[in-house]
T-cell receptor, first 114, second 110 residues
Framework: NAGVTQTPKFRILKIGQSMTLQCTQDMNHNYMYWYRQDPGMGLKLIYYSVGAGITDKGEVPNGYNVSRSTTEDFPLRLELAAPSQTSVYFC?????????????FGNGTRLTVT | RKEVEQDPGPFNVPEGATVAFNCTYSNSASQSFFWYRQDCRKEPKLLMSVYSSGNEDGRFTAQLNRASQYISLLIRDSKLSDSATYLCVPFSGSARQLTFGSGTQLTVLP
């Protein structure tokens, strides 16, 4: 009964480094999302996907890339890490568009860029 | 005006108290609304969905006022385990139009 699994849980990057945040879900959900949450702020949508092979930008996509080659996996790529990307990143999935079915979140990845 | 505005709190209430939070939203096209709770440093979890004028689930009641564009969450008989941040989330019709408020922090004191 894994749900949405994110790895790693914590990561420290130096400015300019790159990394991939992994996200996988085992609920056969069509929709997947990446959010970031800065301290005291709401979640901001980075990218989302409505199915395998389809991705689209959210509110704050700059500095990130995604792919959705399978229904289960939705990795988030940071190419040139910047201090402004220090945040908590949540991956989520839902059966439908989010208005008709709840979002299931992973445990989050806490990223620090120094 | 922000898309979603919530009083950040913190609301500190004794066990057994009744507490209410308001959330105002700017997009009049919002169709449905959600309250998520988020424990400290954890992921958000769905508490309640609102598709019409309101919803009730045990000690929790949500009421929607479309004319004034706000939604409230009422918690009766507060428990220590209710301590969390409550996120208001209007939905306006597509996957990218699920807007999270910054949350209201509640601490229930023994």
């Amino acid at each position: 009964n894994a749900g949405v699994t994110q790895t790693p849980k914590f990561r420290i990057l130096k400015i300019g480094q790159s990394m991939t945040l992994q996200c996988t879900q085992d609920m056969n959900h069509n929709y997947m999302y990446w959010y970031r949450q800065d301290p005291g702020m709401g979640l901001k949508l980075i990218y989302y996907s409505v199915g395998a092979g389809i991705t689209d930008k959210g509110e704050v996509p700059n500095g990130y890339n995604v792919s959705r080659s399978t229904t289960e996996d939705f990795p988030l790529r940071l190419e040139l890490a910047a201090p402004s990307q220090t945040s908590v990143y949540f991956c989520a999935s839902s059966l439908d568009s989010g208005g008709n079915s709840p979002l299931h979140f992973g445990n989050g990845t806490r990223l620090t860029v120094t | 005006r922000k898309e979603v505005e919530q009083d950040p709190g913190p609301f500190n209430v004794p066990e057994g108290a009744t507490v209410a939070f308001n959330c105002t939203y700017s997009n009049s096209a919002s169709q449905s609304f959600f309250w998520y709770r988020q424990d400290c440093r954890k992921e958000p979890k769905l508490l309640m969905s609102v598709y019409s004028s309101g919803n009730e689930d045990g000690r929790f009641t949500a009421q929607l006022n479309r004319a004034s564009q706000y939604i409230s969450l009422l918690i009766r008989d507060s428990k220590l385990s209710d301590s969390a941040t409550y996120l208001c989330v209007p939905f306006s019709g597509s996957a990218r139009q699920l807007t999270f408020g910054s949350g209201t922090q509640l601490t229930v004191l023994p």
